[in-house]
């Protein structure tokens, strides 16, 4: 661990770094909320990476920094606040440790390489239609034939998979036994003969998730991760990682310092007095959340650094930052609301009214992504009383 000059020296090097080398177009668009195309967070990864920053979670020995936790936090909490954008996470935090942990040499070599420089981009098949919350009931079938698996089922809600280049998914190879010891992970090539993807329209207006067939798509055994029939094992792993990026508030913080100034500027005359001071209020009480959930997040991280077990803190971690996000973006929509309600297609000038009005819509769906709040609770709820 450093001393607290390191720290500050440390930080100061980052700023220095993001402020002279992320894009001025891509930091408007975050400043503005707006939603960053592949190229430009693919772009971004790939200056990080040349600066031997690509991949601040991961190991040195597999291509990354070996920061400490502080350092980690210290680089999340720059980013947002110099308006750079998070790194694109399915390919670092989700399946990149679950290749570094299970991965043979191979995989290792062939995968982790594209995710560090941002060449390949990943999506995630868990869900499917009927499989969700009980998501160990999926059907999509493999079956082995010498050295492939043939593959066939339908994938929902694939996020990104209109433009992933690879998916990482869980199939069905035995039906015999507990519904959790049929499953296998597969790492399919989203342009593999047979897939093909439909995408799914959302309520803010933005193209983010689909559904993906899988037609006799033919995969080869190369491409399985660990164990036939012990996917269930690696899906976990990768979930809790999965719900413990809520463990990185600066994005939260990021939210709340945009809407403090979006209240200061469009609310300003002196008969907007007593709603501003109400609206404060509400975010002064958010805010005091956001800092409690900064010191478990870091604890959380800490104990995944220290390979010690992480417990309920993915769960609540998941469930408490879903809630401030929607409680922070409500207090932006109700000072535009009036404005914008059933309005989409930005008109001159409104570009970043309508980004608040489609981030709002956007994160009614934190409480039900990567498990809804009512699973989270029954994970909660189990590990304290059991079954
Ligand atoms: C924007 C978005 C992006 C997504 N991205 C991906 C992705 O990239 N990859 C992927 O695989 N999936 C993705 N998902 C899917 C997501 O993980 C599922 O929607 C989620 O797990 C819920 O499953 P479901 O939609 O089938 O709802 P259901 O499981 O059918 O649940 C319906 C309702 O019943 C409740 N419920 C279900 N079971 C229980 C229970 N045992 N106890 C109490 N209440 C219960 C739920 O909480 C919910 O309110 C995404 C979803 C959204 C909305």
Redesign the pocket.
């Known amino acids: 661990m450093f001393a607290a000059e390191q720290y500050e020296t440390f930080q100061n090097e980052v700023r220095d770094f993001v402020l002279a080398h992320c894009p001025a177009g891509t930091r408007r668009i975050v400043a503005e909320s707006g939603k960053l195309t592949r190229t430009r967070l693919a772009e971004w990864q790939r200056i990080l990476y040349e600066r031997g920053w690509g991949a601040p979670s991961w190991p040195k020995a597999y291509g990354g920094t070996g920061w400490d936790v502080w350092q980690r936090h210290i680089f999340d909490e720059v980013l947002a606040e110099c308006d750079c954008p998070p790194q694109y996470h399915?390919g670092l935090r989700h399946i990149g440790p679950v290749l570094i942990e299970y991965g043979t040499p191979e995989q290792q070599q062939r995968f982790l390489p594209g995710i560090l420089r941002g060449e390949d981009w990943w999506?995630?098949?868990?869900?499917?239609?009927?499989?969700?919350?009980?998501?160990a009931s999926l059907k999509t079938a493999a079956q082995r034939e010498g050295d492939v698996y043939r593959v066939s089922g339908q994938?929902?809600?694939?996020?990104?998979?209109h433009e992933a280049d690879l998916m990482y998914?869980l199939v069905r190879t035995a039906s015999t036994g507990r519904k959790q010891e049929g499953i296998t992970m597969l790492l399919i090539p989203m342009d593999a003969p047979g897939l093909s993807v439909r995408p799914i329209r959302?309520i803010d207006g933005w193209h983010?998730?689909n559904e993906v067939f899988l037609d006799d798509v033919r995969v080869p055994v190369a491409n399985r991760v660990g164990e036939q029939d012990r996917g269930w094992e690696y899906g976990k792993f990768l979930l809790s990682r999965e719900r413990l990026g809520s463990a990185n508030v600066a994005p939260l913080f990021q939210l709340l310092e945009r809407t403090k100034r979006l209240v200061a500027s469009r609310l300003e005359g002196p008969a907007e007095a007593r709603r501003r001071e109400h609206l404060a209020l509400r975010l002064l009480m958010a805010e005091a959340e956001i800092v409690g959930q900064r010191e478990l997040g870091v604890r959380a991280i800490e104990d995944v650094v220290q390979a010690r077990p992480l417990g309920l803190a993915p769960s609540a971690l998941k469930m408490a930052s879903s809630r401030l996000m929607q409680q922070v973006s409500e207090i932006a929509f109700e000072v535009l609301g009036p404005t914008l309600a059933g309005r989409f297609g930005a008109k001159e000038g409104e570009v970043e009214d309508m980004n608040w009005l489609q981030s709002y819509l956007?994160f009614r769906?934190r409480t039900?992504?990567?498990?809804?709040?009512?699973?989270q609770?029954?994970v909660i709820a189990k590990a304290l009383f059991g079954d």
């Open positions: 399915h999506c995630q098949g868990y869900s499917e239609p009927g499989s969700g919350s009980d998501l994938k929902i809600w694939t996020s990104h998979a998914t959302t983010h998730v956007f769906a039900i992504v990567g498990g809804t709040n009512e699973v609770k029954n």
